[in-house]
């Protein structure tokens, strides 16, 4: 039976570079990805390396509910290019990066009607800096902790709180989970290796935050870096709206590699990408609260 680990945690909590760190990771097995997006852009998907052509991206949906089905899809896709006789894909397991919104029971019901498959765990990730207020404010935070068998408190060097002092809320959380402290995903060789099937049951049901939207944004033209960072920081600072996640992949004029936008909340950062700049750049955003035509304008200063 094929491994399959479920990688969860709200946005912005680190997923992707955990996801990165694993697949490239030294003696790292094969491994297929299966990538779920909130939006109708896929961002993670572009930003996963090592796996080559083996990454599925499920968008606009989110994988607890509307898009299951799709889940299941994506199973039998991955069974049948690794059963085809020219070419076959070469994986030993499978991790599920679910959407930041995504409660882990259902997903962990969907593997459970595929007999060739079998749950290796369920690794959440936390953000330090938001993790008291988001457990009060997002129901799917309580439903990720509670479903998981290991737990990383990411961020740690934006959190305003000693470490040990969230990881004891953490663990009120996910008392079963073990809990390690990290800065980027930065995790032991070891941390996903296969392991014994989960015994804590995840919970069934699944509650989404109230109002949150997703708004894509994209240009084939190059980008003036500058202006990108003007509209960047103009999403971040609009009254009355709240930015939960802010993802980008763009191709801006003098710059031979990719610049990768992330934003939580207020905060941003901008950076050079792996790989070659994208022909079509792209931003969403997911939060509550958005002005799409405000957005739509500033989106198209910046863009042209």
Same mark, same amino acid.
């Given at each position: 039976?094929?491994?399959?680990?479920?990688?969860?945690?709200?946005?912005?909590?680190?997923?992707?570079?955990?996801?990165?760190?694993?697949?490239?990771?030294?003696?790292?097995?094969?491994?297929?990805?299966?990538?779920?997006?909130?939006?109708?852009?896929?961002?993670?998907?572009?930003?996963?390396?090592?796996?080559?052509?083996?990454?599925?991206?499920?968008?606009?949906?989110?994988?607890?509910?509307?898009?299951?089905?799709?889940?299941?899809?994506?199973?039998?896709?991955?069974?049948?290019?690794?059963?085809?006789?020219?070419?076959?894909?070469?994986?030993?397991?499978?991790?599920?990066?679910?959407?930041? $919104? =995504?409660?882990?029971?259902? @997903?962990? %019901?969907? #593997?459970?009607? !595929?007999?060739?498959?079998? *749950?290796?765990? +369920?690794?959440?990730?936390?953000?330090?800096?938001?993790?008291?207020?988001? $457990? =009060?404010?997002?129901?799917? @935070?309580? %439903?990720? #902790?509670?479903? !998981?068998?290991?737990?990383? *408190?990411?961020? +740690?060097?934006?959190?305003?709180?000693?470490?040990?002092?969230?990881?004891?809320?953490?663990?009120?959380?996910?008392?079963? %989970?073990?809990?390690?402290?990290?800065?980027?995903?930065?995790?032991?060789?070891?941390?996903?290796?296969?392991?014994?099937?989960?015994?804590?049951?995840?919970?069934?049901?699944?509650?989404?935050?109230?109002?949150?939207?997703?708004?894509?944004?994209?240009?084939?033209?190059?980008?003036?870096?500058?202006?990108?960072?003007?509209?960047?920081?103009?999403?971040?600072?609009?009254?009355?709206?709240?930015?939960?996640?802010?993802?980008?992949?763009?191709?801006?004029?003098?710059?031979?590699?990719?610049?990768?936008?992330?934003?939580?909340?207020?905060?941003?950062?901008?950076?050079?990408?792996?790989?070659?700049?994208?022909?079509?750049?792209?931003?969403?955003?997911?939060?509550?609260?958005?002005?799409?035509?405000?957005?739509?304008?500033?989106?198209?200063?910046?863009?042209?």
């Amino acid at each position: 039976m094929t491994p399959v680990t479920l990688l969860t945690g709200f946005l912005g909590a680190g997923k992707t570079t955990l996801l990165n760190r694993l697949l490239t990771a030294e003696g790292a097995p094969p491994t297929a990805v299966v990538v779920n997006e909130f939006g109708d852009i896929g961002i993670d998907g572009a930003l996963v390396v090592g796996a080559e052509d083996r990454v599925i991206e499920l968008r606009n949906g989110c994988i607890c509910c509307e898009i299951r089905a799709d889940l299941q899809g994506a199973f039998d896709a991955l069974r049948a290019a690794k059963a085809r006789w020219w070419r076959p894909a070469r994986f030993e397991r499978i991790v599920v990066e679910t959407s930041g $919104l =995504a409660s882990p029971g259902p @997903v962990v %019901a969907t #593997l459970g009607l !595929a007999p060739d498959l079998r *749950l290796a765990g +369920i690794v959440c990730l936390v953000d330090a800096a938001n993790i008291r207020r988001q $457990l =009060a404010d997002h129901p799917e @935070v309580p %439903a990720q #902790l509670a479903a !998981a068998d290991r737990v990383l *408190l990411n961020h +740690i060097d934006r959190a305003t709180e000693p470490t040990d002092d969230l990881l004891a809320w953490v663990r009120l959380a996910a008392p079963l %989970a073990r809990c390690i402290a990290t800065l980027r995903a930065e995790v032991p060789g070891d941390f996903l290796s296969d392991g014994e099937p989960l015994h804590v049951p995840a919970p069934l049901s699944h509650a989404h935050t109230h109002g949150v939207q997703t708004w894509s944004f994209a240009t084939e033209a190059a980008m003036d870096l500058p202006k990108l960072k003007m509209f960047l920081q103009f999403v971040a600072a609009r009254p009355r709206t709240q930015l939960l996640r802010l993802k980008g992949i763009v191709r801006c004029r003098d710059h031979p590699a990719p610049v990768v936008a992330h934003g939580i909340h207020q905060w941003l950062e901008l950076g050079p990408g792996p790989g070659q700049p994208p022909v079509r750049s792209t931003v969403v955003l997911i939060g509550r609260g958005f002005d799409g035509p405000t957005l739509q304008r500033a989106w198209d200063v910046a863009s042209g």
